[in-house]
């Protein structure tokens, strides 16, 4: 099953924008990861944040969570068009720190 | 430097038929994890490594399996291929130490069972 969902499933926006994805999950978790997915390709790792921290910045990247609402949201600044992607978070908990993902949030960037 | 590499990158099977993915990596990472991607899902778990010779089950273990004979390959087989597996796999790799580690992804393999 999967630990989370995203919201908004799908999201289109102009370039220069801002982008907000949130995430919610169900179990207690070590961390909280942000993986961007383009069209035809793997994951690729964009930031995490650890059970103990509330908000963590990476360049046009702001990512927060809430553990007592089991919830987290990644904000991109000024958006681009080369942002357009799909975006997945993904949860670490127990041994081998195994990752749970969401369902993952569609962004397009237009012109 | 390649990262993790997977091949085929694209096969149709017939159902029933066999065969196996390989996953390639160069980081000299402990852990692999292979992963299906369906549409409107996230990634599921199948199976996973923390070693050279270890594996263990994930979220959707049943129809595959799994070697680890080398560091460096994690094969995922499927024995009797079913319409069901029909998916894009991956794979990824991360080092054991510290649990702030990211996983690196290949680009996928893309099966489609007949």
């Known amino acids: 099953s999967q630990q989370g969902e995203e919201d908004p499933q799908a999201l289109s926006i102009q370039e220069g924008e801002n982008a907000t994805m949130n995430c919610s999950y169900k179990?207690?978790?070590?961390?909280l990861q942000w993986y961007r997915q383009n069209s035809g390709r793997g994951l690729v790792h964009l930031i995490l944040?650890?059970?103990?921290?509330r908000e963590k910045h990476s360049g046009r990247l702001r990512v927060t969570l809430d553990t007592s609402k089991k919830s987290s949201s990644l904000l991109i600044t000024a958006s681009r068009a080369a942002d357009t992607a799909s975006y997945f978070c993904?949860?670490?908990?127990?041994?081998?720190?195994?990752?749970?993902f969401g369902t993952g949030t569609r962004l397009q960037v237009t012109l | 430097n390649a990262g993790v590499t997977q091949t085929p990158k694209f096969r149709v099977l017939k159902t029933g038929q066999s065969m196996t993915l390989l996953c390639a990596q160069d980081?000299?990472?402990?852990?692999m994890y292979w992963y299906r991607q369906d549409p409107g899902m996230g990634l599921r778990l199948i199976h996973y490594?923390?070693?050279?010779?270890?594996?263990a089950k994930g979220e959707v273990p049943d129809g595959y399996n799994v070697s680890r004979l080398k560091k460096q390959n994690f094969l995922l087989g499927l024995e009797s291929a079913a319409p069901s597996q029909t998916s894009v796999y991956f794979c990824?790799?991360?080092?054991?130490?510290?649990?702030?580690?990211?996983?690196?992804f290949g680009d996928g393999t893309r099966l489609s069972i007949l």
């Open positions: 993904a949860t670490a908990a127990g041994t081998a720190s195994k990752l749970t």
């Open positions: 944040i650890r059970s103990n921290e």
């Open positions: 990824a790799s991360r080092e054991r130490t510290g649990d702030g580690q990211p996983q690196h």
């Open positions: 179990t207690s978790i070590n961390n």
């Open positions: 980081m000299n990472h402990e852990y």
């Open positions: 490594s923390v070693g050279e010779g270890t594996t």
